[in-house]
T-cell receptor, first 112, second 114 residues
Framework: NAGVTQTPKFQVLKTGQSMTLQCAQDMNHNSMYWYRQDPGMGLRLIYYSASEGTTDKGEVPNGYNVSRLNKREFSLRLESAAPSQTSVYFC???????????FGPGTRLLVL | AQSVAQPEDQVNVAEGNPLTVKCTYSVSGNPYLFWYVQYPNRGLQFLLKYITGDNLVKGSYGFEAEFNKSQTSFHLKKPSALVSDSALYFCAVPRDTNAGKSTFGDGTTLTVKP
């Protein structure tokens, strides 16, 4: 039982490049989330998916897109990376909205 | 709108002493409240949650939290701190549907010194 997995663990991009962060959970959870964590700013929600087939914007969605590919997988895409997107990105899942969230190990992204 | 606040960025305690990490909340209705811990270079891990019932909630690693409705607080406590408890702690309420915001506090760094 792997829980929540994220790939890659670390990535360096040049400004303007694109990339997709992958997330998968094996707990049969309905809800999935993408956060970014920056020093002194806690966790900020980028996008979430309350259930398979639905996605909604969070607090800081600009510059990102998401796809809930199936119940297990929720990917985050940066179409044109900017230095302001340098951050640590966490994926999480929960059985439902009000339930405990389980986090992946994170992806450390550096945009030059 | 639902929110939590952690008034202290940093808490320092000596090993063996009791520790408290503070959290206050603002929610409508009956609150669901959570504590998470983050060790360096790791994702967040669930510690404990309050849904209803006993105001003292026991969680992982010997931690407990006290729900106080009159003070709108949900402070995290441990009777005897360990050096290995040093980490970043987050208080949280479920996602605020209307605002689309994550409702995690900004985090409190706990440092336990030998």
């Amino acid at each position: 039982n792997a829980g929540v997995t994220q790939t890659p663990k670390f990535q360096v991009l040049k400004t303007g490049q694109s990339m997709t962060l992958q997330c998968a959970q094996d707990m049969n959870h309905n809800s999935m989330y993408w956060y970014r964590q920056d020093p002194g700013m806690g966790l900020r929600l980028i996008y979430y998916s309350a259930s398979e087939g639905t996605t909604d914007k969070g607090e800081v969605p600009n510059g990102y897109n998401v796809s809930r590919l199936n119940k297990r997988e929720f990917s985050l895409r940066l179409e044109s990376a900017a230095p302001s997107q340098t951050s640590v990105y966490f994926c999480a899942s929960s059985r439902d909205r009000d339930e405990t969230q389980y986090f992946g190990p994170g992806t450390r992204l550096l945009v030059l | 709108a639902q929110s939590v606040a952690q008034p202290e960025d940093q808490v320092n305690v000596a090993e063996g002493n009791p520790l408290t990490v503070k959290c206050t909340y603002s929610v409508s209705g009956n609150p669901y409240l959570f504590w998470y811990v983050q060790y360096p270079n790791r994702g967040l891990q669930f510690l404990l949650k309050y849904i209803t019932g006993d105001n003292l909630v026991k969680g992982s690693y010997g931690f407990e939290a006290e729900f106080n409705k009159s003070q709108t607080s949900f402070h995290l406590k441990k009777p005897s701190a360990l050096v290995s408890d040093s980490a970043l702690y987050f208080c949280a309420v479920p996602r605020d549907t209307n605002a689309g915001k994550s409702t995690f506090g900004d985090g409190t760094t706990l440092t336990v010194k030998p």
